[in-house]
């Protein structure tokens, strides 16, 4: 720009600046010269001098304008346009917290500051941070006082045992998160997850609960796995005074009305309470059913508690029970109860299960020439099961905290992430747990963490938790009094190649 051209700034006023002499403002370092960090004497105050609250931001080793109290949007008018004099405190601020201030009446000291501060002048300024939705694949950046701190989180999980069939797909999704997340940090903090391993057993889940809490330190936990874990894990937690977010706890007792105390304990998880009658009124209504067989596990509390809902919802949609068949958990062949449910020749099976259960019983009730529809509990929602059920699996219906091929930015971009990252389609239980740390994330970001007093921390980050409202993956997501889920369900159907088919949307 010529040395006489006219700067504007705001309404009315504008800079006419004689020509500047070249090279550099006295006071400022040379061009290319990296600014030292002024150190203040042992035992000196602080500088009362303002600061603002929110400098923009600018490359290493250049500096940047910042408006303070002394500095009003209107500051550009009130100078004298003879002599050039700064009436009101423009300050240069470095990266390394250097200011310089009141040049004087040096010509070329006001036409660099001009320049500078011409943005300030000409635009809004904001204040605040944005939540990010997850699945943005980044998370804002703000300079909080977490800078250099980390927020650790646990996560216990089924890696291996009955529940090894989800289990993995949820480490996937966690470290997905935790990798976008920490591209920025959360107020200037790292997210770390540790993770473990419970074996799809209660007591382990319990043990494990206990370890990263006590010796882990962790603010905030992510799991278990499976209901049955719950029962044990949870309680821990809610003694310590530890908040939770369960990922796949679809059981009864849960949150809300709980058999414990169960105050820290949060759930991104679909209850099948909600899940299993939602899914049946959808089958009633395209499949008009009279008649229905049930089988279930009676020895885990997610199949026992799918069960008990199963038999409500029949009845609220006239659909009456002619066969109930139940087995262990730990059940590999299925033939016997196949024959017994064909036998009474119901319109409808229902099946509630865990692990390889419900593909098993598929595959036999097929094999044994049952061609009436199929439908499950959350034990369906995992793309292992679809894949071991195969061709006799097409149709199986179930209802569902999340599907593939939901089209909004956040879920397309969490796929698109996730597909690069594993070279496989991500699953519900995927996309529970990464969303469970987006939460997480979410809540620290809005709680005022000390990074020093672990029992605080985790008192506050669970206050914070209660108010989450973001857009993930399931959809629209914040949670209900009871620290339930409020989300769309979506119903889906197996579609013989691991993966599912969307037969409706049930919105809230």
Known sequence: MPPTSAIPCSAGATHRPARPRPCHIPGLPRRGARPARPRRPSGAPASSKPVSRQPVSVKKGRWAHVLTETT????CTARNAADFRVHKSVALRAMG?????????SAGAVLAICMLALSACSSKTTTGTATPAAGTGTATPSAGTGAGKTIALGAVLSLTGAGGIYGPQQKNGILLAQEEINRNGVNGAKIAVTIADDQSDKTQGAQQFQTVIQQGKVVGIIGPTLSNTAVGAHPVADHNRTPVIAPSNTGNGIVGNCPYSCTYIFRDSLGEASAIPANLKVAAARLHPKTAALAFANDDK??????????????????QLVDT??????????????????AKKPDIVAISGVGGVPSKLIVELRRQRYAGPIVGGNGFNSSS?????????????????????????????????YKAKYNADPD???????????????????ASLTFSDVAKDRDALATALQNVSIDTPLGPFSFTSDHDVHQPIYVVAMDGAGGFTLVETVQP
């Open 72 to 75: 009003s949007r209107t500051s």
């Open 385 to 417: 099961v679809s894949m071991q059920a195969g061709q006799a699996g097409i149709g199986a219906q179930s209802g569902s905290a999340w599907f593939l091929g939901t089209t909004t930015t956040v879920n397309t971009n969490f796929v698109a992430a």
């Open 302 to 319: 997610f199949s026992s508690d799918g069960a008990a809902i199963f038999k409500t919802a029949l009845s609220a949609d006239n659909v």
């Open 428 to 446: 519900q239980f995927a996309a529970q747990a990464y969303t469970a740390v987006y939460l997480f994330a979410d809540a620290a970001r809005h």
């Open 97 to 105: 917290g250097t200011e310089l201030r009141n040049f004087g009446r």
């Open 325 to 342: 068949e139940q087995f262990s958990k730990a059940q590999t062949d299925f033939s016997t109860y196949a024959t017994n449910i064909i």
